[in-house]
């Protein structure tokens, strides 16, 4: 009787066995990705068929005997776990490992790897040299210079440079060949002054604009163009009818038009085009680079754009450029533009302004020519976007077209950017996957929106350290059934103009996590969430939130007066405190906390994270009053022109 019930038992022991092997974890590969202060982590496992592990990340310089523990990891598609290692130094060895944290059986992938390095600014072969008095036939010398950047670009090899003297070109130029990772080729400005202009001659000084009254005048026309400016930095607006330009549509009072074979165009003041530098763009694109390994420095580019994808800098299908200190202003389409293949660019310390736009209003502007980003990006993975400084554009930063891609964005950096005066977005990195999207240490200020994730589709996208303020609808915006994990950790969203709220969905979303944010309202609860709006998996805590409002937080059309009855409702917040922040000054933007602040040291601890902070625990918000991230990045371009 005993064999009988052995015999029976044996395939139910069997079936057990084989259950518990398909609960438990088998760690697959594990794909690194680096930048110069993080790492983007990739780990495909097997098992977990009933999907009750957790991974995290674990680091340490190689060689160190100590591993240090790192932030928790996202389940993404394809049986995968994603996450990143943060402030990580640059040109540096690091071993990695994601621990997965599984009841019925744990695992363990681990890789090695090394952060980036950036590229010397420093040609080590030939200069060739373009002036304003040179000549194609000359042979590129100091002393014999070309005339055109195009004919010194078609003779640098890798490790040359070609040097542009002061003046203004009225040209373009495109890309030959590639460099190597150890020659690059060199574009660059010899010094301030050196402008590359997209504009037609031909129209800078005519003295034959026709008066046609209202303050409209006209010239003959029969190009194609987006961009038509006065004394360089008016930028008109294209209004869609002659009727529309006379009749000042949509609020703005000046502008231009083509129609019946002429370009007519109204001033600001009304006077007459005679009297002044009309710019009428006639290149679509300034620098065209579709080679790797190259760098672009110092110029000023402006007047670029006659199609959709018009742009002053235009990178695809090729990596490692380097775009940096250049200004860049008054374009009829956007100011860099990533297309389709470009990867592992450095975009830095850059300044990219438009002097009208923000003036403009927004019912005018969204859906129009004039919806402007100052750096598009539609590339792939590891695109580094630094130190940068955007001005009066529609857009700040768009990170987008990566609905059947998600590599498109993926391992990408956006930090220490200053960005002011958008009449949209200052960051929207939306429609992409976001696997390993990073955005952290940005300082954002009198925008319309501070940054728009509407929708993300998977995940982890990471928000964190930025300061967004003085916005005059919202901080941040959630919307078009965004399903993305996005975590917004140690930001500060606060406006000093009414009727604005830190977060204003104006869709449904699942997945967003805010973390030691502080949040703000300002005649508005600080979280204005209405019915069908939030869907699954959104959590808020360690927050520090406050209102003059009646209501401080409203979640799914229900408000709440005060965070008690918030936890008690929706377990939000059982770790946040309500109250006053306590700012240094929110009406300029100066958002360090005051002694006294309920924001001090009342944070929650967030592996990988807030691994360096002072006092008992890490302040809410974005700034620290002692310790902070482990890195201290440079400080961005703040010298507007």
């Given at each position: 009787m005993r064999a009988r019930t052995l015999i029976f038992a044996l395939p139910f022991l069997f079936a057990a066995s084989e259950a518990a092997a398909q609960n438990g974890s088998t760690a697959g590969t594990l794909e690194l990705y680096p930048t110069f202060h993080a790492v983007g982590a990739r780990l495909n496992y097997s098992g977990d068929a009933n999907a009750n592990a957790t991974a995290h990340l674990e680091w340490r310089r190689t060689g160190d005997a100590s591993w240090t523990r790192g932030i928790d990891m996202t389940r993404i598609s394809g049986a995968r776990w994603a996450g990143s290692v943060f402030w990580l130094t640059p040109d540096s060895p690091y071993d990695v490992r994601a621990v997965i944290d599984d009841p019925d059986g744990a695992a363990t992938g681990t890789g090695a790897t090394r952060t980036r390095k950036d590229a010397s600014p420093t040609p080590s072969g030939s200069t060739w040299w373009v002036a304003t008095n040179g000549n194609d036939s000359n042979n590129g010398s100091s002393g014999s210079p070309y005339a055109t950047i195009q004919a010194a670009a078609n003779r640098a090899q890798p490790g040359d440079g070609v040097r542009v003297r002061a003046g203004i070109y009225y040209q373009l130029v495109d890309s030959p060949r590639s460099g190597t990772a150890a020659a690059n080729i060199y574009l660059t400005a010899d010094g301030?002054?050196?402008?590359?202009?997209?504009?037609?001659?031909?129209?800078?000084?005519?003295?034959?604009?026709?008066?046609?009254?209202?303050?409209?005048?006209?010239?003959?026309?029969?190009?194609?163009?987006?961009?038509?400016?006065?004394?360089?930095?008016?930028?008109?607006?294209?209004?869609?009818?002659?009727?529309?330009?006379?009749?000042?549509?949509?609020?703005?009072?000046?502008?231009?038009?083509?129609?019946?074979?002429?370009?007519?165009?109204?001033?600001?003041?009304?006077?007459?085009?005679?009297?002044?530098?009309?710019?009428?763009?006639?290149?679509?694109?300034g620098v065209y680079i579709d080679d790797s390994y190259w760098q672009v420095r110092g110029f000023e580019i402006r007047c670029f754009g006659t199609t959709s994808n018009g742009a002053a800098i235009q990178l695809l299908g090729a990596s490692n450029r380097t775009i940096a200190n250049n200004y860049v202003h008054t374009i009829g389409g956007r100011m860099v533009f990533l297309r389709a293949g470009a990867r592992d660019d450095v975009l830095e310390r850059n300044y990219l302004r438009d002097m009208r736009i923000y003036t403009w209003p927004w019912d005018a502007t969204k859906g129009h020519e004039e919806e402007i980003q100052g750096i598009s990006h539609r590339g792939g993975r590891g695109v580094v976007m630094r130190y940068n400084t955007f001005r009066g554009l529609f857009d700040g930063v768009d990170i987008a077209g990566g609905e059947t891609d998600e590599n498109v964005g993926a391992d990408s950096d956006v930090y220490s950017n200053v960005i002011t005066q958008t009449r949209d977005d200052a960051i929207e990195p939306e429609t992409i996957s976001g696997i390993n999207t990073r955005i952290w240490g940005n300082t954002v200020n009198d925008v319309y929106s501070g940054i728009s994730i509407a929708p993300s589709l998977q995940g982890p996208q990471y928000v964190m350290y930025n300061t967004f303020t003085n916005f005059s609808v919202r901080g941040y915006k959630c919307s078009i059934s965004s399903v993305g994990h996005v975590y917004v950790m140690h930001n500060t969203f606060a406006s000093s103009l009414t009727n604005t709220a830190s977060v204003w969905p104006s869709g449904p979303y699942s997945n967003v996590h805010f973390m030691n944010n502080i949040l703000v309202g300002n005649g508005s609860a600080c979280v204005t969430d209405d019915t069908g709006e939030s869907q699954t998996g959104n959590t808020f805590n360690g927050d520090l939130i406050h209102s003059n409002y009646a209501a401080l937080f409203r979640w799914k059309g229900n408000n709440y007066s005060t965070i008690a009855a918030l936890r008690s409702a929706t377990g939000f917040e059982i770790n946040g405190r309500s109250g006053d922040p306590m700012f240094t000054s929110l009406a300029s933007g100066d958002v360090r906390l005051r002694a006294g602040s309920p924001g001090i040291d009342g944070g929650i601890r967030i592996f990988g994270v807030n691994d360096s902070y002072g006092g008992a625990a890490p302040d809410m918000g974005a700034l620290e009053t002692s310790g902070g991230p482990d890195i201290t990045p440079p400080a961005a371009v703040t010298d507007l022109r």
């Open positions: 301030a002054g050196v402008v590359l202009d997209g504009s037609d001659p031909a129209y800078l000084n005519r003295s034959d604009w026709q008066s046609d009254g209202g303050g409209v005048f006209s010239v003959p026309y029969s190009g194609a163009t987006r961009i038509v400016a006065a004394d360089s930095t008016q930028r008109l607006y294209r209004h869609a009818s002659l009727s529309g330009l006379q009749t000042n549509a949509g609020g703005v009072n000046q502008g231009w038009v083509i129609s019946g074979g002429r370009l007519y165009v109204k001033l600001e003041d009304g006077s007459s085009p005679n009297g002044h530098t009309m710019h009428v763009g006639r290149h679509n694109v």
